[in-house]
């Protein structure tokens, strides 16, 4: 009997996964009324036009809410500024923050209070590094983001420093930061708040595909993170591939296969991975 | 008129610059009676023999001093309960520890009374570090000495971790296991205790060797930052060398000279570097 085995951590992370099972709870009791998410839950065109099929609408300016109307705050977070101006506007607020994300708040005020000058590790308009900014101001606190190592000569004449990261960041990055900074400053305090979601997807690789004889990898090609779990699964595994959905399969990929493993990329929905599933499952039998 | 610079922070550093200061000035008290330093005050044997000269003799074992006699607690500095034990024996103690080692013993008191876990980065059996661990002992808290990569495996599970760093370690090393802390811990407190004795000296080179037509070195051929500077300067300059007294001085190095550069390890007294000033002198002349 051939194998399958779904790799644990495939697919849409924590974070995700419950901005939309909350999504899906508010459509269930507003009944089909119409509601709003600011931004996409997703970047995935299937799955942003699923819940489009719940009543849920992807905001495209903040004129498209009317008093009254429920607006979804998606994983990233957005400021606290934010979050009052759109509550005056008499619009209903539900927030499905990424708790992950709320800790980078938490971690940013607990800094500005020590009194450290903060420096958030990340993408200067990433919508999380927006909100997170929000919360610093709101803390009363300085601070600034360092995306790339150019930005930290600006910093060598300070003292004390607090370090946090966008939870995407990549782990290589915030290390070299912050032995830099380590060097530079009298005393630095680190929180580190990078999310393990993409780290425990690559691991999983790792962990599958050198033990299966062919290695499924589903998920958008221009998803930079999928391709990364392709790139390590290639290394593994010559018998890797990469397809976005289950008609790419090809069926002289699984001839005399007994294994198979299948992993996908942080923005791909789960029905999207069953169907690859049961797709291999067919032309395994 | 040809010309001889001697680097700013040639030779000594400001810690034993001022432990020996003290010796002199004990031994000018206490009018030849003998004065012991727990241990050399300096890794030079003509500077030894000189201070021997002012009646400060080098204690062989702790058995040596008798009460009432005069003790020099070295740069380097010593555990608290060493101190305690040879008060209590009726010695006089003279505290010639560096301020920036007992900005190391502070450091570390103030991370073990904020709860953190102490990684102290350095040489597990370099005085200075068994004195720190003292410090750490008597404030009550636990940390490790962190000597290379393969001692970080064992903090994995940590979460809250304070670091400091023996005054002399390297900054490329520090950093390496700052960065890496980070990425393992909670949250990571880094206070920066590296002194820049070492720095300077090498910072001098840089900015010396260059402009100069050749460039003296003067410090022990088995001394590892006297090599380290004519490594540095040699990259800079192939008329580079490397001397420990005056006597290994080449006329042939200095014909047709205009410019010589010197500077000196941080174990070579200043009347060594003088007397190879000197001689360079009538070299040229
Ligand atoms: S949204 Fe996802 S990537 Fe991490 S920070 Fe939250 S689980
Ligand atoms: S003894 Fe010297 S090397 Fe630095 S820590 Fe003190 S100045």
Same mark, same amino acid.
């Given at each position: 009997?051939?194998?399958?085995?779904?790799?644990?951590?495939?697919?849409?992370?924590?974070?995700?996964?419950?901005?939309?099972?909350?999504?899906?709870?508010?459509?269930?009791?507003?009944?089909?009324?119409?509601?709003?998410?600011?931004?996409?839950?997703?970047?995935?065109?299937?799955?942003?036009?699923?819940?489009?099929?719940?009543?849920?609408?992807?905001?495209?300016?903040?004129?498209?809410?009317?008093?009254?109307?429920?607006?979804?705050?998606?994983?990233?977070?957005?400021?606290?500024?934010?979050?009052?101006?759109?509550?005056?506007?008499?619009?209903?607020?539900?927030?499905?923050?990424?708790?992950?994300?709320?800790?980078?708040?938490?971690?940013?005020?607990?800094?500005?209070?020590?009194?450290?000058?903060?420096?958030?590790?990340?993408?200067?308009?990433?919508?999380?590094?927006?909100?997170?900014?929000?919360?610093?101001?709101?803390?009363?606190?300085?601070?600034?983001?360092?995306?790339?190592? +150019?930005?930290? @000569?600006? =910093? $060598?004449?300070?003292?004390? %420093? &607090? /370090?946090?990261?966008?939870?995407?960041?990549?782990?290589?990055?915030?290390?070299?930061?912050?032995?830099?900074?380590?060097?530079?400053?009298?005393?630095?305090?680190?929180?580190?708040?990078?999310?393990?979601?993409?780290?425990?997807?690559?691991?999983?690789?790792?962990?599958?595909?050198?033990?299966?004889?062919?290695?499924?990898?589903?998920?958008?090609?221009?998803?930079?993170?999928?391709?990364?779990?392709?790139?390590?699964?290639?290394?593994?595994?010559?018998?890797?591939?990469?397809? +976005?959905?289950? @008609?790419? =399969? $090809?069926?002289?990929?699984? %001839? &005399? /296969?007994?294994?198979?493993?299948?992993?996908?990329?942080?923005?791909?929905?789960?029905?999207?991975?069953?169907?690859?599933?049961?797709?291999?499952?067919?032309?395994?039998?």
């Amino acid at each position: 009997m051939a194998e399958i085995i779904v790799a644990p951590h495939a697919g849409f992370c924590f974070g995700v996964r419950r901005a939309i099972a909350l999504a899906e709870k508010v459509s269930a009791e507003k009944g089909g009324k119409r509601i709003w998410s600011m931004g996409p839950l997703i970047h995935n065109p299937q799955e942003v036009q699923r819940l489009r099929g719940l009543g849920i609408e992807v905001m495209a300016s903040e004129e498209d809410a009317k008093e009254g109307d429920t607006v979804i705050i998606r994983s990233h977070g957005i400021p606290p500024q934010k979050e009052r101006e759109l509550l005056q506007k008499g619009l209903r607020l539900v927030d499905a923050t990424c708790p992950y994300v709320k800790a980078v708040h938490q971690a940013v005020e607990k800094l500005v209070q020590e009194g450290y000058f903060v420096v958030l590790v990340g993408e200067r308009d990433h919508p999380e590094v927006i909100g997170t900014l929000g919360y610093l101001q709101e803390a009363g606190g300085t601070g600034v983001v360092v995306e790339k190592k +150019e930005d930290l @000569e600006k =910093l $060598k004449n300070l003292e004390r %420093v &607090g /370090v946090v990261a966008q939870t995407t960041q990549s782990e290589q990055f915030f290390k070299e930061v912050v032995g830099e900074l380590a060097l530079w400053v009298k005393e630095l305090k680190v929180i580190n708040t990078i999310c393990n979601a993409t780290s425990e997807r690559q691991e999983d690789v790792y962990e599958l595909a050198g033990k299966v004889d062919v290695m499924i990898i589903v998920g958008g090609k221009n998803s930079g993170n999928t391709r990364r779990l392709y790139q390590i699964s290639s290394s593994l595994n010559p018998r890797s591939y990469h397809v +976005e959905t289950a @008609e790419e =399969l $090809k069926p002289e990929w699984f %001839v &005399g /296969v007994q294994r198979v493993g299948i992993t996908a990329g942080a923005s791909t929905p789960d029905w999207i991975i069953e169907q690859v599933k049961s797709k291999i499952q067919e032309l395994l039998s």
